[in-house]
């Protein structure tokens, strides 16, 4: 298992899910991949199909119409895999808790797939782009591999490993 | 717009209105009964040549309105055309989009969120709710409770 895990996090391939996001988060999201803030320093980068992905940027409450493609989404995305939740919809629906056409928050939407997804939370209306590498980095640091030789065989730090 | 320009203008719907409300030069109501609705849209879209904006659907307790809107871009005047459909258990207005094809999806969205049906729709569907979304269940009525 060791190896499956350092290689999610060598070098992070994201794939964008939109599931009724107001945009606001999605323009972040892109701010990141400019030069300003170039997460593809980190290995971090946009794929265009979840079948090259390690992990799931999701904004937006989740839908009803919405929640069936985010299920598909993640049954398609390569495992293991990390689901970022960004911005406050995607963690709690946010100002659209109570709304006739919310599916619910997007890990119970994620969990009726896979009971045991690892899912990250960054809240913010829209998160800071540093946020956003914070909660990555963050995240990271908590899968951690019991053994550490990946690390060791290397010979430098897992990349955004804070440890 | 003038009151008596106006009165000269809608003149020939006169009769078919239940009032001309003036809120300001550049804002008048003229609420009408449903049956009205699509020979008066008619007159102001193509007689008096005013664009047609945008429509909204009321749930009034007592009764629905459909308020469909127009723009004299030239005076900077909006009308509202204001129907009220008493029958709240089947609720029936006539369709201004044979005559207004832009009112097409604003009417489908009514009828989604609110269940007017809109006589002579040509192409009634479900817009933007859900596809798993209940028959029959208007989420936007008031005896709607989430």
């Not at chain 1, 892109?30 to 090259?52: A, I, Q, Y």
């Not at chain 1, 109570?98 to 997007?106: F, L, S, T």
């Not at chain 1, 009726?112 to 997804?117: S, Y």
């Not at chain 2, 709710?129 to 008031?142: C, E, I, M, N, T």
Request: glycine content about 8%; some cysteine; proline content about 7%.
């Amino acid at each position: 298992m060791d190896w499956r895990l350092w290689s999610l996090k060598k070098s992070i391939w994201v794939f964008h899910v939109n599931t009724g996001a107001c945009n606001n988060c999605d323009i972040e999201i892109v701010n990141l991949l400019t030069p300003k803030f170039d997460v593809e320093r980190f290995g971090m980068k946009l794929v265009g199909s979840p079948r090259h992905a390690d992990a799931l940027l999701v904004t937006g409450g989740g839908t009803r119409q919405a929640a069936i493609r985010l299920r598909e989404v993640y049954r398609q995305t390569a495992k293991p895999c990390v689901v970022f939740c960004m911005g406050a919809c995607a963690c709690g629906m946010g100002i659209f808790e109570k709304g006739y056409h919310m599916a619910g928050p997007i890990d119970s939407i994620v969990r009726q797939v896979d009971p045991h997804a690892i899912i990250a939370y960054v809240p913010g209306c829209p998160p800071k782009p540093e946020a956003m590498i914070a909660g990555v980095v963050k995240a990271l640091g908590v899968l951690q591999p019991k053994e550490k030789y990946a690390t060791e065989r290397i010979g430098q730090p897992v990349v955004a490993d804070p440890r | 717009m003038q009151p008596n320009e106006l009165d000269n203008l809608l003149s020939p719907i006169r009769d078919k209105l239940t009032g001309i409300e003036r809120k300001s030069d550049t804002r008048v109501f003229l609420p009408c009964e449903a049956e009205h609705v699509s020979e008066i849209c008619r007159f102001l879209f193509e007689d008096l040549g005013l664009r047609f904006v945008i429509s909204t659907g009321i749930d009034a307790q007592d009764c629905f309105e459909v308020l469909h809107h127009f723009s004299d871009d030239e005076s900077g005047c909006f009308v509202t055309v204001k129907a009220f459909i008493r029958d709240r258990e089947a609720p029936v207005l006539d369709s201004i989009t044979p005559v207004i094809p832009g009112a097409e999806w604003i009417e489908c969205e009514m009828h989604d969120l609110l269940g007017i049906e809109f006589r002579n729709h040509p192409h009634m569907r479900r817009l933007i709710l859900s596809d798993d979304w209940p028959d029959g269940v208007y989420p936007l009525r008031k005896e709607i409770r989430t």
